[in-house]
């Protein structure tokens, strides 16, 4: 049987470094999902991009050669969820840098008018709307989403690389509730990259 487990990071670098742990660890990339806050336009499709699971900045093709590793072993590492990373936009959320089932799922539905768009993706893969509120919310502070499907004799490995970083989803919602906050509001203005800067100040 297939389950879907998602967590909430408090960055698009938390959860890239967990898509690429989950790919390294056997994971299918297609069975994996990010959806990531792009307000302060970390990502660009203007810009010249390149393998990089290890986040260091350097081009993986050219460092599996320098390090004489093998053509295979450079060109495996342009396979991947990250590097089908596009940028969508669902309202209340503002840009979102995506790739994988749920960024196809979420951008159809926000197309169709459906409400919130990643709320009504979240739910059809078996996310409470309570948490699916939640993990919007986290999306327009800066955050970012990792899901993944997953079979159940693979369920623990699979939610132990996940949890690596991820938010405490209810400590985060009551967090969010002492300011004020009730549930995700499609309709609400996107954060600004200086409020999402002290958002993220607020977690480190």
Do not use: C
Not at 7 to 36: F, K, M
Not at 55 to 82: I, M, P, S, W, Y
Not at 152 to 170: C, E, F, H, M, T
């Amino acid at each position: 049987m297939t389950t879907t487990i998602t967590r909430l990071y408090n960055t698009h670098v938390e959860a890239r470094e967990v898509v690429s742990n989950l790919e390294a660890a056997g994971v299918d990339h297609g069975d994996i999902s990010i959806v990531a806050s792009n307000a302060d336009n970390w990502y660009s499709k203007d810009k010249k991009t390149f393998p990089d699971r290890d986040l260091n900045g350097k081009d993986d093709r050219a460092e599996a050669a320098g390090t004489g590793a093998g053509v295979g072993a450079a060109v495996g590492t342009t396979v991947g969820v990250l590097t089908g990373l596009g940028i969508m936009a669902i309202p209340g959320l503002g840009p979102l840098v995506a790739a994988g089932w749920l960024a196809t799922a979420a951008a159809g539905l926000a197309a169709g008018g459906a409400t919130g768009g990643i709320i009504g993706a979240l739910t059809q893969a078996g996310v409470s709307k309570e948490e699916a509120d939640i993990y919007a919310e986290g999306l327009r502070r800066g955050g970012a989403v990792v899901s993944v499907k997953v079979d159940d004799a693979d369920r623990a490995r699979v939610q132990a690389i996940l949890d690596r970083g991820s938010v405490k989803v209810s400590d985060r919602a009551n967090q969010y509730r002492q300011s004020g906050w009730k549930s995700f509001d499609p309709n609400a203005t996107p954060y600004t990259t200086e409020q999402i800067r002290k958002e993220r100040e607020m977690y480190r």
